[in-house]
T-cell receptor, first 112, second 108 residues
Framework: DADVTQTPRNRITKTGKRIMLECSQTKGHDRMYWYRQDPGLGLRLIYYSFDVKDINKGEISDGYSVSRQAQAKFSLSLESAIPNQTALYFC???????????FGSGTQLSVL | KNEVEQSPQNLTAQEGEFITINCSYSVGISALHWLQQHPGGGIVSLFMLSSGKKKHGRLIATINIQEKHSSLHITASHPRDSAVYICAVKAAGNKLTFGGGTRVLVKP
Protein backbone atom coordinates (compact mmCIF):
# COMPACT_ATOMS: atom_id res chain seq x y z
CA ASP A 1 0.00 0.00 0.00
CA ALA A 2 1.10 3.56 -0.72
CA ASP A 3 2.40 5.65 2.17
CA VAL A 4 0.21 8.59 1.15
CA THR A 5 -3.14 7.79 -0.46
CA GLN A 6 -5.35 10.28 -2.22
CA THR A 7 -8.94 9.75 -3.30
CA PRO A 8 -10.34 10.12 -5.83
CA ARG A 9 -7.66 9.90 -8.53
CA ASN A 10 -9.82 11.75 -11.02
CA ARG A 11 -12.94 13.88 -10.62
CA ILE A 12 -15.03 15.85 -13.04
CA THR A 13 -17.55 18.22 -11.54
CA LYS A 14 -19.63 21.26 -12.41
CA THR A 15 -19.29 24.87 -11.39
CA GLY A 16 -20.83 25.54 -8.00
CA LYS A 17 -20.58 22.00 -6.66
CA ARG A 18 -18.92 21.21 -3.35
CA ILE A 19 -16.01 18.80 -3.68
CA MET A 20 -13.90 17.01 -1.10
CA LEU A 21 -10.51 15.47 -1.80
CA GLU A 22 -9.24 13.06 0.79
CA CYS A 23 -5.73 12.17 1.90
CA SER A 24 -4.55 9.54 4.33
CA GLN A 25 -1.03 8.54 5.34
CA THR A 26 0.66 5.66 7.10
CA LYS A 27 3.98 7.42 7.72
CA GLY A 28 3.03 8.63 11.18
CA HIS A 29 4.03 12.18 10.21
CA ASP A 30 2.51 15.20 11.90
CA ARG A 31 3.14 17.50 8.95
CA MET A 32 0.74 17.37 6.01
CA TYR A 33 0.26 19.62 3.00
CA TRP A 34 -2.09 20.25 0.09
CA TYR A 35 -0.63 21.57 -3.17
CA ARG A 36 -2.01 22.29 -6.59
CA GLN A 37 -0.10 21.97 -9.84
CA ASP A 38 -1.00 23.83 -13.01
CA PRO A 39 0.68 23.25 -16.37
CA GLY A 40 3.92 25.19 -16.61
CA LEU A 41 3.75 26.38 -13.01
CA GLY A 42 5.46 25.09 -9.92
CA LEU A 43 3.53 23.41 -7.15
CA ARG A 44 1.72 25.95 -5.00
CA LEU A 45 0.78 25.48 -1.37
CA ILE A 46 -2.91 25.66 -0.52
CA TYR A 47 -2.97 24.68 3.17
CA TYR A 48 -0.71 22.92 5.61
CA SER A 49 -0.98 21.38 9.04
CA PHE A 50 1.79 20.60 11.50
CA ASP A 51 -0.44 18.62 13.85
CA VAL A 52 -4.08 17.75 14.40
CA LYS A 53 -4.96 21.11 15.99
CA ASP A 54 -2.89 23.18 13.62
CA ILE A 55 -4.21 24.53 10.28
CA ASN A 56 -2.42 27.18 8.25
CA LYS A 57 -3.18 28.94 5.00
CA GLY A 58 -0.74 28.65 2.16
CA GLU A 59 -0.21 31.04 -0.71
CA ILE A 60 -3.45 30.23 -2.57
CA SER A 61 -6.04 29.29 0.07
CA ASP A 62 -8.97 31.37 -1.24
CA GLY A 63 -11.84 29.12 -2.32
CA TYR A 64 -10.52 26.15 -0.35
CA SER A 65 -10.88 24.79 3.17
CA VAL A 66 -9.29 21.84 4.97
CA SER A 67 -9.98 19.52 7.83
CA ARG A 68 -7.39 17.55 9.81
CA GLN A 69 -9.59 14.79 11.22
CA ALA A 70 -6.71 12.80 12.68
CA GLN A 71 -2.94 12.62 12.41
CA ALA A 72 -3.37 10.34 9.41
CA LYS A 73 -6.11 12.23 7.57
CA PHE A 74 -6.16 15.63 5.91
CA SER A 75 -8.99 16.54 3.54
CA LEU A 76 -9.33 19.44 1.14
CA SER A 77 -12.70 20.95 0.22
CA LEU A 78 -13.76 23.25 -2.55
CA GLU A 79 -16.91 24.88 -1.21
CA SER A 80 -18.18 26.06 -4.60
CA ALA A 81 -15.97 24.82 -7.40
CA ILE A 82 -15.07 27.15 -10.27
CA PRO A 83 -13.33 26.34 -13.58
CA ASN A 84 -10.00 27.94 -12.62
CA GLN A 85 -9.72 25.36 -9.85
CA THR A 86 -9.16 22.76 -12.54
CA ALA A 87 -5.73 21.40 -11.65
CA LEU A 88 -3.74 18.44 -10.36
CA TYR A 89 -3.88 18.34 -6.57
CA PHE A 90 -1.26 16.69 -4.38
CA CYS A 91 -1.24 15.79 -0.74
CA UNK A 92 2.14 15.39 0.93
CA UNK A 93 3.70 14.66 4.28
CA UNK A 94 7.15 15.46 5.58
CA UNK A 95 9.53 14.01 8.10
CA UNK A 96 10.57 16.95 10.33
CA UNK A 97 13.93 15.39 11.16
CA UNK A 98 15.12 14.40 7.70
CA UNK A 99 12.89 16.83 5.83
CA UNK A 100 12.06 14.29 3.16
CA UNK A 101 8.73 14.72 1.39
CA UNK A 102 6.24 11.98 0.57
CA PHE A 103 3.58 12.69 -2.04
CA GLY A 104 0.30 11.06 -2.88
CA SER A 105 -0.39 10.06 -6.48
CA GLY A 106 -2.40 13.20 -7.15
CA THR A 107 -6.04 13.98 -7.91
CA GLN A 108 -6.85 15.40 -11.33
CA LEU A 109 -9.83 17.70 -10.84
CA SER A 110 -11.75 19.18 -13.74
CA VAL A 111 -14.41 21.82 -13.09
CA LEU A 112 -16.73 22.38 -16.03
CA LYS B 1 10.72 37.08 -11.08
CA ASN B 2 10.20 33.63 -9.61
CA GLU B 3 12.16 32.87 -6.49
CA VAL B 4 13.22 29.52 -7.97
CA GLU B 5 14.33 29.28 -11.59
CA GLN B 6 15.17 26.04 -13.36
CA SER B 7 17.03 25.58 -16.60
CA PRO B 8 16.57 24.27 -19.13
CA GLN B 9 12.79 23.96 -19.23
CA ASN B 10 13.05 21.04 -21.63
CA LEU B 11 15.92 18.71 -22.39
CA THR B 12 16.26 15.84 -24.84
CA ALA B 13 19.19 13.44 -24.59
CA GLN B 14 20.32 10.19 -26.17
CA GLU B 15 20.58 7.16 -23.95
CA GLY B 16 23.95 7.11 -22.21
CA GLU B 17 24.48 10.87 -22.23
CA PHE B 18 25.34 12.92 -19.13
CA ILE B 19 22.52 15.29 -18.17
CA THR B 20 22.69 18.43 -16.03
CA ILE B 21 19.69 20.35 -14.71
CA ASN B 22 20.18 23.67 -12.96
CA CYS B 23 18.30 25.44 -10.21
CA SER B 24 18.90 29.02 -9.09
CA TYR B 25 17.15 30.74 -6.24
CA SER B 26 17.05 34.27 -4.89
CA VAL B 27 16.47 33.90 -1.16
CA GLY B 28 18.39 32.47 1.74
CA ILE B 29 17.44 28.87 2.28
CA SER B 30 17.92 26.14 4.86
CA ALA B 31 17.54 23.24 2.42
CA LEU B 32 16.89 22.37 -1.20
CA HIS B 33 14.92 19.43 -2.56
CA TRP B 34 15.11 17.66 -5.88
CA LEU B 35 11.95 15.80 -6.89
CA GLN B 36 11.07 13.56 -9.83
CA GLN B 37 7.62 13.53 -11.39
CA HIS B 38 6.91 10.65 -13.73
CA PRO B 39 4.53 10.83 -16.70
CA GLY B 40 1.82 9.20 -14.58
CA GLY B 41 1.97 12.23 -12.31
CA GLY B 42 3.39 10.76 -9.11
CA ILE B 43 6.15 12.74 -7.36
CA VAL B 44 9.12 11.14 -5.65
CA SER B 45 11.68 12.84 -3.46
CA LEU B 46 15.22 12.31 -4.79
CA PHE B 47 17.41 14.43 -2.54
CA MET B 48 17.34 16.96 0.21
CA LEU B 49 20.57 18.85 0.70
CA SER B 50 21.81 21.91 2.50
CA SER B 51 25.47 21.82 1.51
CA GLY B 52 27.94 19.97 -0.65
CA LYS B 53 26.99 16.97 -2.70
CA LYS B 54 24.86 13.82 -2.50
CA LYS B 55 24.88 10.76 -4.73
CA HIS B 56 22.35 8.00 -5.21
CA GLY B 57 22.97 5.51 -7.96
CA ARG B 58 23.37 7.45 -11.21
CA LEU B 59 22.04 10.68 -9.71
CA ILE B 60 24.24 13.38 -8.19
CA ALA B 61 23.02 16.60 -6.60
CA THR B 62 25.24 19.51 -5.69
CA ILE B 63 24.55 22.83 -4.04
CA ASN B 64 26.54 26.06 -3.73
CA ILE B 65 24.96 28.12 -0.98
CA GLN B 66 27.04 31.22 -1.68
CA GLU B 67 26.06 31.25 -5.34
CA LYS B 68 22.44 30.22 -4.58
CA HIS B 69 22.65 27.44 -7.14
CA SER B 70 22.11 23.71 -7.30
CA SER B 71 22.59 21.15 -10.04
CA LEU B 72 21.18 17.68 -10.58
CA HIS B 73 23.28 15.39 -12.75
CA ILE B 74 22.19 12.13 -14.32
CA THR B 75 25.05 9.92 -15.46
CA ALA B 76 24.62 7.27 -18.18
CA SER B 77 21.05 8.40 -18.80
CA HIS B 78 18.37 5.83 -19.61
CA PRO B 79 14.88 6.17 -21.12
CA ARG B 80 13.38 5.38 -17.70
CA ASP B 81 14.95 8.66 -16.47
CA SER B 82 12.42 10.51 -18.65
CA ALA B 83 10.43 12.63 -16.22
CA VAL B 84 9.99 16.15 -14.94
CA TYR B 85 12.61 17.13 -12.37
CA ILE B 86 11.56 19.72 -9.84
CA CYS B 87 13.69 21.85 -7.56
CA ALA B 88 12.19 23.23 -4.34
CA VAL B 89 13.76 25.46 -1.71
CA LYS B 90 12.98 25.67 1.97
CA ALA B 91 13.22 29.23 3.19
CA ALA B 92 11.78 30.95 6.28
CA GLY B 93 8.70 29.43 7.87
CA ASN B 94 9.41 25.85 6.81
CA LYS B 95 7.50 26.35 3.59
CA LEU B 96 8.72 25.22 0.21
CA THR B 97 8.87 27.24 -2.99
CA PHE B 98 8.94 25.15 -6.14
CA GLY B 99 10.53 25.72 -9.51
CA GLY B 100 8.54 25.13 -12.67
CA GLY B 101 10.33 21.89 -13.45
CA THR B 102 12.62 20.60 -16.20
CA ARG B 103 11.10 18.09 -18.60
CA VAL B 104 13.69 15.46 -19.54
CA LEU B 105 13.27 13.03 -22.42
CA VAL B 106 15.90 10.34 -22.91
CA LYS B 107 15.69 8.62 -26.29
CA PRO B 108 16.91 5.05 -26.80
Amino acid sequence: DADVTQTPRNRITKTGKRIMLECSQTKGHDRMYWYRQDPGLGLRLIYYSFDVKDINKGEISDGYSVSRQAQAKFSLSLESAIPNQTALYFCATSDPDQGKLFFGSGTQLSVL
Amino acid sequence: KNEVEQSPQNLTAQEGEFITINCSYSVGISALHWLQQHPGGGIVSLFMLSSGKKKHGRLIATINIQEKHSSLHITASHPRDSAVYICAVKAAGNKLTFGGGTRVLVKP
